[in-house]
C-alpha cells in the first residue's frame, strides 16, 4: 500500500494567552477602524479564548466554523483572524507563492465570489481577468477564510450548468486537509438542511464550531 503523508495542522507558535490579547487587539483594531466603539464582554472574550486554543492547540480539526445570527461580530473576528496570522507570518514571505502545496498564504472571500469564480472556472472560454487563476488560488491557498457561507443557493445556474462552488471547494479542502475558516448564520442543523448531510458530516470531522447564538446583534447596540 502507498504510504500515506501525515498533514501539518496549522497553528501559531504562540501560547493562547498571547494569541488572545494579540486576537483582542486585533477585533478591538477592525471595530475601531469602523467608528464603533469596541466592547470587550465577558461574552466575546470567551469566544476569543476559544478560538485562540484552537489556533495555538493540538486539536486534530483543520478548521474553523463561527456560526450563530447576524450582526454579532463572527465577520469582524474572522478578518481580525486573517490580519493577525498575515502580520505573525509576514517574515516569511507568507503571502509569496514558493512552490510549497498548499500554496502559502491566507485569502478572505465570500460564497457568492466562490459562485462567481467557479462560472468561469467551469466555463473558461468566458474567463473574465483571471478568474479561472484566482478560483484555483484560493482552492489550494494555504488558509481560505469563507465569510457568509449560506447566503448563495445551494446551486447557481450557469449556462445551463449547475455550480456547486462552496461544496465542492469545501469537499476539495476537506479532501486536501487544507486548513479553511468560515463564518455563517446557518448552525451546523442548518448547514446539512441547506446543503446536504455528505457537507455537514464533512464539517463534523474538519471543523471547530465557535456558536454566537442568535441575540446581542452588536448593529443594534
Known sequence: ???????????????????????QASVRAEVEHRHREFKPTNELNNHLQDIANWLTGQDSTFGLFLCGGAGNGKTTIMRAIKNLIFMLRSNEGYSSDNGSFPKKGILMTTEKELVRLAKAYNN????????????????????????????????????????????????????????????????????????????ADRFREMMHIVNFGTENSYRKL
Do not use: W
Not at 500500500?1 to 486576537?23: H, I
Not at 478568474?131 to 447566503?151: F, K, P, S, W
Open 1 to 23: 500500500m502507498e504510504k500515506k503523508t501525515t498533514v501539518e495542522r496549522f497553528r501559531l507558535p504562540y501560547t493562547d494567552k498571547q494569541v488572545f490579547a494579540m486576537l
Open 124 to 199: 473558461p472560454t468566458r474567463d473574465n481577468g483571471g478568474d479561472v487563476a484566482q478560483y484555483r488560488n484560493m482552492r489550494n491557498i494555504e488558509i481560505l477564510c469563507i465569510d457568509d457561507l449560506g447566503t448563495e443557493g445551494r446551486e447557481s445556474m450557469h449556462y445551463g450548468d449547475l455550480v456547486t462552488a462552496a461544496v465542492d471547494v469545501i469537499s476539495y479542502r476537506y479532501d486536501e486537509q487544507f486548513c479553511t475558516l468560515v463564518t455563517s448564520n446557518l448552525t451546523p442543523k442548518e448547514i446539512a438542511e441547506h446543503y446536504d448531510e455528505r457537507i
